[in-house]
């Protein structure tokens, strides 16, 4: 059973601080890897994806991946209250899958004033 | 979102009936995805498409159908609904297997 893992939380961290998230990942075949933000009662929004061994960042997010620990992780620096939602980490099943998704259960981050 | 629309966003049914959810994309994307959200099950893959009649099963498909007739529709059928299938259904599209997905705004179906 190929699986991603995630902790639940809730994460709580200061405005302004570094929020840092983390996910692993069973399947060693597996190249893309996304983070996606969801409020409550909304669908899952995209923030972050990444294919590469390394940091990529985009404005006050960075993603990293380490393929051969199988973790991948989001640092939102700055963090502000509007942050504050459920962030899934998602990761294809290897190669050739026509785009299949495993998704963890995210984490639920908490950004305090 | 991303020129996904979902319909309908609520339904309340009840058992034993079909139900037919609908994805309609303006983007002309290949591929197209049905998905469910439960609490403590997060997002799983119902069926997928990579093409007009182009159809395969995800990790839950027991008692869902889909149907892809046209390019921009993508249609999602509970045969005969059940209890065990309330919950909220998202849509999503990508252009390639590798690419990330964007989703609808999700169907929110209770079956009684």
């Known amino acids: 059973q190929k699986e991603v893992e995630q902790n639940s939380g809730p994460l709580s961290v200061p405005e302004g601080a570094i929020a840092s998230l983390n996910c692993t990942y069973s399947?060693?075949?597996?190249?893309?890897f996304f983070w996606y933000r969801q409020y409550s009662g909304k669908s899952p929004e995209l923030i972050m994806f990444i294919y590469s061994n390394g940091d990529k960042e985009d404005g006050r997010f960075t993603a990293q991946l380490n393929k051969a620990s199988q973790y991948v992780s989001l640092l939102i620096r700055d963090s502000q209250p509007s942050d504050s939602a459920t962030y899934l980490c998602?990761?294809?099943?290897?190669?050739?899958?026509?785009?299949?998704?495993?998704f963890g259960q995210g984490t639920t981050l908490q950004v305090k004033p | 979102d991303a020129g996904i629309t979902q319909s309908p966003r609520h339904k309340v049914t009840e058992t034993g009936t079909p139900v037919t959810l609908r994805c309609h994309q303006t983007?002309?994307?290949?591929?197209m995805y049905w998905y469910r959200q439960d609490p403590g099950h997060g997002l799983r893959l119902i069926h997928y498409?990579?093409?007009?009649?182009?159809?395969d099963k995800g990790e839950v498909s027991d008692g869902y159908s889909v149907s892809r007739s046209k390019t921009e529709d993508f249609l999602l059928t509970l045969e005969s609904a059940t209890s065990s299938q309330t919950s909220v259904y998202f849509c999503?599209?990508?252009?390639?297997?590798?690419?990330?997905?964007?989703f609808g705004d999700g169907t929110r179906l209770s079956i009684l």
């Open positions: 999503a599209i990508s252009t390639g297997e590798r690419q990330p997905q964007h």
């Open positions: 498409s990579y093409g007009v009649k182009d159809t």
């Open positions: 998602a990761v294809n099943i290897g190669p050739g899958n026509t785009g299949k998704l495993i």
């Open positions: 983007e002309n994307h290949r591929y």
């Open positions: 399947d060693r075949g597996s190249q893309s």
